[in-house]
């Protein structure tokens, strides 16, 4: 009896081990991982986005297929673009995505090769409209970040239908073509030289002005400085002129011999002989009475 039970017991351990690695009816999901449950390998019944283990019908009632959960990188080979103002450029890019909608996803476009082509349609294809309304600098630079905002958000839209969530839209370069390169560098050239000329302009008109206005300045000064000098001396004259006049209003005779001997000490030198007569000048002063007293 004994016996027999534990026979039993070892046909449901082998069943159910058979029936867990033949029929697998457990199966396991990553973090990074999604996973469809399909119903008779072609109808999908269910969506596992939680990591861990999963029950499902044994096979083949049901089968397992996965898809990644993380950031998945589209790198588009550079392509012509012509933009607003009719100018060529060749536009490297590159877009991040992730699977949003496994089952749509599955039902459209199958695996990730096939939704990197939807994706490099739906990407090109707004790129191409969004640069056609702005010129090309603003492409180059002066937009660019504006303009890959838009081009996410419809590219992000258009791929909804295939379970595909468009995250962002970069420009990884923009060229010239090989034929415009030169042609573009002379310009630039020029109009680098005609920058720099306009600066040296300006520069020597503003050095120029302040020339001017220094040397006006320097001219004020100086006048102001003769004005000054004039005024002084003209009252130093004046004082001069009074000191002499009380002087001479005192004793004009002993006023007029200083001045006489001051005319004589400034014609004759110091090494100067003068020989006068007796009824020279010189000695009519001394023979003054007023004076030898």
Known sequence: MMIGRVKTALIIIVFLLISIFVLKPLYTVDETEQAVVLEWGVNPVKVSKDA??????????????????R????????????TKDKKTLILDNYAR?????????????KNENGAQTRIDDIVYSELRVETASHD???????????????????????????GIEIVDVRIKR?????????????????ER?????KYRSEGESEA?????????????????AYRKAQIIKGEGDASTIKIYGDAYNRDPDFYSFLRTLETYDK??????????????????????????E
Request: charged content about 35%; proline content about 4%; overall charge neutral.
């Open 208 to 224: 120029t002005r302040l020339r001017a206005e220094a040397d006006k300045e320097s001219r004020i000064i100086i006048s102001e």
């Open 52 to 69: 861990g283990l999963h029950m499902k019908l044994p096979s083949p009632f049901q089968s397992v297929i996965k898809f990644e959960k």
């Open 136 to 162: 090309q600098s603003d492409v180059i630079a002066q937009q660019r970040e504006s303009i890959m905002k838009k081009v996410t958000e419809r590219c992000n839209e258009k791929a909804k239908e295939y």
């Open 97 to 109: 995505w992730r699977i949003g909608d496994p089952i749509k996803f599955l039902q459209t476009v």
């Open 267 to 292: 014609s004759l030198g110091e090494k100067t002989t003068g020989v006068f007569s007796t009824d020279s000048e010189v000695f009519k002063l001394f023979e003054n009475k007023d004076l030898k």
């Open 174 to 190: 923009a060229d010239l073509p090989q034929e415009n390169e030169q042609s573009v560098f002379q310009r630039m050239v020029a």
């Open 71 to 82: 950031l998945l990188q589209y790198d588009a080979q550079p392509r012509e673009i012509i």
């Open 193 to 197: 030289e005609r920058q720099a000329k």
